[in-house]
């Protein structure tokens, strides 16, 4: 199983990035999947989840600014980030779970290495 984390960098403030969660090694389209953020000396925090059915659930913090998406077809997880602001400065994570509840809590049956964002 793999999943890797392209598209981070650095930004300034109310610029925009889109990450990308390329994934193997597991049926993609069965999983809910989910971007996860931690920043330095902070936990990590569910950023975004996108559910099988194609529902999706965002942290308050960045309703509005943030999309997430997902093409079954490429076992690619996608995160739009507009208006992005300094305290969105962590390293992203993509994560894959069978089960929208429990991934959200942060249980996830995979995870990706992760890609750093910095907004300045």
């Known amino acids: 199983v793999q999943l890797v984390e392209s598209g981070g960098g650095s930004v300034q403030a109310g610029g925009s990035l889109r990450l990308s969660c390329a994934t193997s090694g597991f049926t993609f389209s069965t999983y809910a999947m989910g971007w996860f953020r931690q920043a330095p000396g902070k936990e990590r925090e569910v950023v975004a989840l996108m559910d099988r059915d194609d529902s999706t659930t965002y942290a308050d913090s960045v309703k509005g600014r943030f999309s997430i998406s997902r093409d079954n077809a490429k076992n690619t997880l996608y995160l739009q980030m507009n208006s992005l602001k300094p305290e969105d400065t962590a390293t992203y994570y993509c994560?894959?779970?069978?089960?929208?509840?429990?991934?959200?809590?942060?249980?996830?049956?995979?995870w990706g290495q992760g890609t750093q964002v910095t907004v300045s």
């Open positions: 994560a894959a779970g069978l089960r929208w509840d429990t991934l959200w809590a942060g249980y996830a049956d995979y």
